[in-house]
């Protein structure tokens, strides 16, 4: 380069990128609504979780790629991510996800809820035996004693007790270490089975009682646990759940093979299936309890 002459340097803005995803239906509230300022709250290898930063349920959103694990408030994506940091500035709104210079477009909706159709409790209760032989049978065991204030949940809930659920609820909330601590994953279990099989049962008694785990969950739960967690038993609280824990609930129901699905379940997390199973063991077998009780008094 002669001395005096200036190179020309073109400076050009990155383009966007694009992809689509398939989000679940509790996401139709933030992602049909205008647009709101996000963050990355966390990475890991196969997804993130950016959190919404408005006053919207659910506030945190999971965006996976397809080999993660199909939370009740996760986007799942048809391509990998991209490097992401946590922190970085995103957006959520409109039918799309920014992250950075992301864009992701919803395309198709899944159902974290889907109904399992009318169902006998005599089923089910011959189903519960095989169910709990097959948890006990594994290793993995709740991060929690299930004494205690689980003992008192599990006994609330059979006999329809309000005091005593909701006392136990408020105990267990936040209640162990991780980002979702195990005393969410157990109450997040219960509240899946009360609704999902009281519906399925008409066993309204546990409806009922699943409302008023929901409400105290709604009232406590983004001043007692984390953020992530927080946004789980929302999702929960209204009878939807993991992939995983969705698919026992069909496996129990006769609609799928039980063990597999057991398995997959139990093999979440450190602790995470463990807890969850506990909690739709204990929730189903509240379901059939209460059921027994309905009966006797007709």
Not at 1 to 8: A, E, I, P
Not at 49 to 60: A, C, G, H, M
Not at 218 to 242: E, K, V, W
Request: aromatic share 4%.
């Amino acid at each position: 380069m002669t001395l005096g002459t200036r190179s020309r340097i073109q400076h050009r803005t990155p383009s966007r990128s694009k992809t689509f995803g398939a989000a679940s239906t509790a996401l139709r509230p933030a992602l049909e609504s205008a647009r709101r300022p996000a963050r990355v709250l966390a990475v890991f290898p196969l997804g993130v979780y950016l959190e919404i930063r408005t006053d919207v349920e659910p506030f945190v959103v999971a965006v996976v790629s397809g080999e993660a694990t199909r939370l009740p408030n996760a986007v799942v994506l048809a391509d990998p991510l991209p490097v992401i940091s946590a922190g970085n500035e995103a957006a959520v709104g409109d039918g799309s996800i920014e992250i950075g210079r992301l864009t992701i477009r919803v395309r198709r909706w899944w159902d974290p809820a889907p109904a399992l159709g009318p169902l006998d409790l005599d089923k089910l209760s011959r189903a519960l035996p095989r169910f709990e032989e097959i948890c006990l049978s594994s290793a993995r065991r709740p991060g929690l004693d299930p004494g205690g204030a689980g003992a008192l949940l599990a006994r609330g809930c059979a006999e329809g007790s309000l005091t005593a659920a909701i006392t136990a609820t408020e105990q267990l909330m936040g209640l162990g270490p991780g980002l979702t601590p195990s005393g969410d994953d157990m109450l997040a279990g219960v509240m899946v089975a009360l609704r999902q099989f009281g519906r399925a049962t008409g066993v309204a008694r546990a409806v009922w009682l699943a409302d008023w785990l929901a409400a105290t969950v709604a009232f406590d739960a983004r001043t007692r646990t984390t953020p992530i967690s927080a946004t789980l038993l929302h999702c929960a609280a209204q009878g939807q759940a993991c992939a995983e824990a969705l698919a026992v609930l069909r496996g129990l129901a006769g609609h799928q093979p039980l063990e597999p699905a057991v398995r997959r379940l139990l093999r979440l997390g450190h602790t995470s299936g463990a807890d969850l199973a506990w909690g739709l063991r204990t929730g189903l077998s509240s379901v059939i309890a209460l059921g027994g009780r309905l009966s006797a008094a007709r």
